[in-house]
């Protein structure tokens, strides 16, 4: 896919975004639509995949460490052809396989059950290093929110990915600036973040996660990295690509209103 | 009396007779391999070795991540870090997504010894029943501990194995045979019977040999695994003997005491006395003193059956 066909894919993975948390009537749309970019150069044109054969040994691994954000990862594994775009719908419902966080018993694509912040980044160190072990070429993605840094569990887990050399693993930050409680910085101050990253032994990136082809380069930048993981702060607009959700932290955790929705569409149209 | 070895002895020999067979064997620790045995493994085997530093969180949670692409994964720290440091951890990136991880955790319970308090886990057992998925072993010596250990290897569950510091003696038969999920018969009886599990089923033996000088019958069941119980067993000594008694190192809050109460009540009442740490706080100590200072002794263990028989 070039450019252009990776931003028109984003745009459809914003309008399922808005169209599921509607119809489940709760969900994350602001951090979802965040994240949905950096998923769409994932899943379309980065990561080895094989949507017809999810189990497959030569995949790369992708574990959404802010696992609220599912309703980008769900649109992302439907639109690639994981399973029926149709399901989308079914988020959140009673038997559906699409929980409110990921579950990785139940849909195929999704590798490891997420969604208690802080734990998606140890569990792809854990990917990480058990592919170094068996000296597989898999690359390992996880993307965190900001917020999420303040979890003391990624800094273990950071510890761990420098400590043991672990560069077939690259950590995304979706830097959106806005946790349920206001913003990132008021709340609780992770900055700076880029020297924070560097003195825990990164490989740091900085990118304009809607950027499409930044994120691209980044992406190869952190695959031919040695010696060291990478994380890519990308700076982000939580509710990006509808106007009324963008950098408002209400929008973390609350679904539109038909109408809404309505409006929502139109301008993802 | 033969040589006296603690259970994470067993369990550190284990894993590194196993190095060599199970290719797939990864076992993590968080700065106390000397401590948990994990150590001997890493001796043998230290590509498939991981220490993670003092980091339980994050050393569940890489499990979770190494169980995911199919490894047997063990990982190792003391009770009370593994399961109420990173209780989340295990609840949700290892037990909801089913993945099979074993949580072997040493130096539970009062027997840490001088420690103290802080150290002592009285409650891990009750915390992991409760966690959907979780299968929970508490082996009684070296060789049920050996057993356990080869067959968790194999297991596509989750588990929570829970290892002693203190040296033990070998209680159980030369011929005996650990299957997950099933209790044993040590002592025939019909008065009254005894379920107990960890070091406690040697005392729990010794008192059924006072008890029955005294024209007292008392059957003896080991109860390895606390989760998925012998129902079954349960309730045919329950039936057959009419009065019982739990014994463990462990809160009486939530243990084997806990689970026997359960299917006791909703199957075949019968008086039930629990021995155990009786809701409160252990203390520094030798591990012999604590033992009885908290009344987990042959002679209570006795008074209890006599109780409980007085009961019917």
């Given at each position: ?11 459809e ?23 949905a ?12 995949l ?14 959404l460490?802010?696992g ?51 734990q ?20 390992v ?7 999420e ?15 043991y ?5 690259t ?7 806005l ?28 990118v ?16 031919a ?45 | ?6 259970t994470?002895?067993a ?6 007779e ?22 001997d ?11 993670v ?30 399961v ?44 992991m ?29 989750p ?18 045979q ?43 069941v ?18 057959q ?26 199957n ?21 003193e ?8 042959v ?14």
């Amino acid at each position: 896919m070039d450019t252009l066909e990776l931003q028109a894919k984003a745009k459809e993975l914003r309008q399922e975004i808005i169209k599921m948390i509607t119809a489940a009537g709760s969900g994350h749309p602001g951090g979802s639509l965040s994240a949905a970019d950096i998923l769409t150069v994932l899943y379309f044109d980065k990561m080895n995949l094989r949507p017809e054969e999810p189990d497959w040994t030569g995949r790369d691994y992708f574990v959404l460490s802010k696992g609220h954000a599912a309703p980008a990862q769900y649109a992302a594994l439907a639109l690639r052809g994981y399973f029926p775009v149709e399901e989308l719908t079914g988020l959140r419902k009673l038997h559906s396989r699409l929980q409110g966080h990921p579950v990785s018993s139940k849909v195929p694509g999704i590798d490891v059950s997420t969604g208690s912040l802080g734990q998606g980044v140890s569990v792809a160190c854990g990917l990480a290093k058990g592919l170094k072990i068996d000296k597989l070429p898999n690359h390992v993605y996880t993307m965190l929110g900001d917020g999420e840094c303040q979890e003391g569990q990624v800094w273990e887990a950071l510890m761990f990915a420098a400590h043991y050399q672990l560069d077939n693993l690259t950590v995304i930050i979706d830097h959106n600036r806005l946790q349920i409680d206001g913003q990132v910085e008021k709340v609780m101050n992770i900055e700076p973040l880029d020297k924070k990253l560097d003195a825990f032994g990164f490989n740091v990136l900085l990118v304009n996660g809607h950027d499409i082809e930044a994120i691209q380069n980044a992406i190869d930048k952190a695959k031919a990295c040695q010696g060291r993981p990478t994380a890519i702060i990308a700076n982000t607009i939580k509710g990006r690509g509808v106007s009324f959700m963008e950098n408002q932290a209400g929008w973390h955790g609350t679904a539109p209103k038909p109408e809404e929705a309505e409006q929502a569409l139109q301008e993802l149209a | 009396m033969s040589e006296k070895i603690a259970t994470r002895e067993a369990y550190g020999q284990t894993l590194a007779e196993l190095a060599a067979t199970d290719k797939n064997l990864v076992v993590l620790d968080a700065d106390l391999s000397k401590s948990t045995k994990t150590c001997d493994f890493a001796k043998v085997c230290p590509e498939r070795f991981i220490d993670v530093g003092i980091a339980e969180q994050n050393m569940i949670t890489v499990s979770a991540g190494l169980a995911t692409l199919g490894k047997h994964v063990f990982c190792s720290s003391f009770a009370i870090f593994a399961v109420g440091r990173a209780f989340e951890q295990i609840r949700n990136s290892i037990a909801y997504p089913q993945l099979p991880v074993t949580i072997a955790a040493t130096h539970a319970g009062l027997t840490v010894g001088e420690d103290g308090a802080t150290h002592q886990a009285i409650e891990d057992v009750a915390i992991m029943r409760a966690v959907p998925n979780m299968t929970v072993i508490v082996p009684a010596d070296a060789e049920e501990t050996r057993q356990a250990v080869r067959q968790l290897a194999e297991y596509p569950h989750p588990a929570y194995l829970r290892l002693g510091r203190l040296a033990v003696e070998q209680i159980l038969p030369a011929d005996y045979q650990f299957q997950i999920g099933k209790g044993t018969v040590l002592r025939d009886g019909n008065d009254a019977v005894i379920f107990a599990c960890g070091l406690m089923l040697g005392k729990a033996l010794q008192a059924a040999e006072q008890l029955a000088a005294e024209g007292i019958n008392t059957a003896v069941v080991n109860m390895p695994t606390i989760k998925p119980l012998d129902s079954e067993l349960v309730c045919r000594m329950a039936k057959q003997c009419g009065a019982a008694v739990t014994v463990e190192e462990h809160s009486i809050i939530g243990g084997l005491g806990s689970a026997v109460a359960e299917t006791l009540t909703e199957n075949c009442p019968i008086p039930l006395l629990r021995v155990g740490v009786n809701d409160q706080f252990g203390q520094s100590g030798k591990p012999d003193e604590l033992l009885t200072e908290y009344g987990l002794t042959v002679e209570n263990i006795a008074a209890k059956v006599k109780e409980a028989i007085n009961r019917k």
